[in-house]
């Protein structure tokens, strides 16, 4: 009896978990995918499925930042366009600099970008979308203007600049090894630093917050800084993984940033959500994309299968959050 009870508490546990339904979704998409693509999972194909989706899953932790703390920030895909663009065309006119100058120089233009979002929505209380639409605008159009309409090819880029994102290190390209790396340091800073628990304090409740002494404005700023830092990197990257640069880089980026976090769990209404969630979202959307991509029927369905997927995510969410809340009244009640 006594084990029955125990399985069933451990089984519980397990379908409660919201990590254990992403993970058990993903084997079963990677079995269907093994089935009907088999070449799919040579291992050249699955180092190249990471390395074309490495630049999402940089901005996916950007904006998880700043969803949890109840915002958001649709500006992250015309800020790696401005980055791009400035280091193509400073590296082309410049080639005899390092290439790590290009690489602190992405995330000083993303980290300014990202703190001017943080001063709209944390100091001018300014709505997170409408604060960031704008500035969407602002920085696409600044991306023009610094590209004046021009494209980057592979023969203007440095040998240097290349290897950033493409140099093999135990065979693996360095853009996976530098996303690896910010995957670890988001998750010591959110879970074992002060200024992270903060941010998922000021997500959960805000009034408890500021009763505790946390300033609101300095969190969010803090978040979309980080963000903003993140989407610069990206931008540096994106053009160094493939070699071409224009203003139009990054288009929709941010709505791909935006699903990953969601089908990891990150709640739209902030303060809940973890990177591990948000690390299997990334493997989820990095399958979807390219099992699409190697099937030509469906491939003009993307965008489609794409929003079908936030919208299912969404309701996913809304459904484990309300189960949670049951069962904690339920728990609550068996209390009195």
């Known amino acids: 009896m006594g084990t029955t009870e125990s399985n069933k508490s451990i089984l519980a546990k397990m379908t409660g978990n919201r990590n254990f339904g992403l993970l058990l979704g993903l084997v079963v998409l990677l079995i269907l995918a093994a089935i009907i693509t088999p070449s799919m999972y040579s291992v050249n194909s699955i180092i190249n499925m990471l390395q074309n989706n490495a630049v999402y899953g940089l901005l996916a932790i950007g904006e998880m930042m700043v969803i949890l703390t109840a915002g958001i920030d649709i500006s992250i895909g015309a800020t790696l366009s401005l980055t791009g663009v400035v280091c193509c065309r400073l590296m082309a006119e410049n080639p005899s600099v390092p290439a790590v100058v290009w690489v602190l120089l992405a995330l000083v233009i993303g980290a300014l970008c990202g703190a001017f979002n943080g001063i709209l929505v944390g100091y001018f209380k300014m709505v997170p979308m409408i604060a960031t639409l704008g ?55 959110l879970g074992y630093t002060s200024r992270g628990r903060r941010i998922y304090a000021i997500g959960t409740n805000r009034e408890s917050s500021q009763v505790a002494g946390i300033r609101e404005e300095r969190v969010v700023f803090l978040a979309m800084t980080l963000c903003g830092a993140l989407a610069g990197l990206g931008g540096m990257l994106y053009t160094a993984n493939y070699a071409t640069c224009s203003y139009s880089i990054g288009e929709g980026y941010e709505m791909t940033a935006i699903a990953i976090c969601i089908l990891g769990g990150v709640s739209i209404s902030g303060g809940k959500g973890k990177v591990d969630g948000v690390i299997i979202g990334f493997l989820m959307m990095a ?38 809340e049951r069962r904690a009244l339920k728990e609550r009640s068996a209390l009195i």
Not at 143 to 170: C, D, M, N, V
């Open 135 to 189: 500035t969407m605008y602002a920085f696409r159009g600044f991306s023009f203007l610094f590209s004046g309409g021009q494209w980057w090819f592979p023969h203007q880029f440095t040998e240097g600049y290349l290897k950033f994102a493409t140099l093999r290190i135990l065979g693996i390209p360095s853009i996976l090894w530098i996303l690896v790396l910010v995957f670890a340091l988001a998750i010591l800073f």
């Open 287 to 324: 399958v979807i994309t390219y099992f699409i991509s190697l099937l030509p029927g469906l491939s003009v369905w993307s965008d489609a299968i794409q929003g079908a997927i936030i919208i299912a995510a969404v309701a996913l969410n809304i459904y484990m959050e309300r189960s949670a």
